[in-house]
Nanobody
């Protein structure tokens, strides 16, 4: 059974930083597409950042230069380092893995950016 468990969300002031982690069990993520999505209240779930099966990285335009995604194949973990956070980054963040057409999601972790 594949499980994705996120951690690291919370409340931070504008300009601050947070680091989200996603531990994956039940499958190896090395050759999968792994990433982070987010969903704000009343909005659709959107891609934040992704590392594909060839280790190519993609970011949403709104987070380029501020967020960094990384994947540790040995630890089977994906992390999202978020710097220079803005109030508009407030959302529930979801870890995602896609493998041969099968999609897996974590339970989500809340990130709130507010003074």
């Amino acid at each position: 059974q594949v499980q994705l468990v996120e951690s690291g969300g919370g409340l931070v002031e504008p300009g601050g930083s947070l680091r989200l982690s996603c531990a994956v069990s039940g499958m190896r993520i090395m050759y999968t597409s792994t990433g982070w999505y987010r969903q704000a209240p009343g909005k659709q779930r959107d891609l934040v950042a992704n590392i594909d099966s060839g280790a190519r990285v993609k970011y949403a335009d709104s987070v380029k230069g501020r967020f960094t995604i990384s994947r540790d194949n040995a630890k089977n973990m994906v992390t999202l380092q978020m710097n220079s956070l803005k109030p508009e980054d407030t959302a529930v963040y979801y870890c995602h893995v896609e493998n041969w057409g099968s999609h897996y999601w974590g339970q989500g972790t809340q990130v709130t950016v507010s003074s």
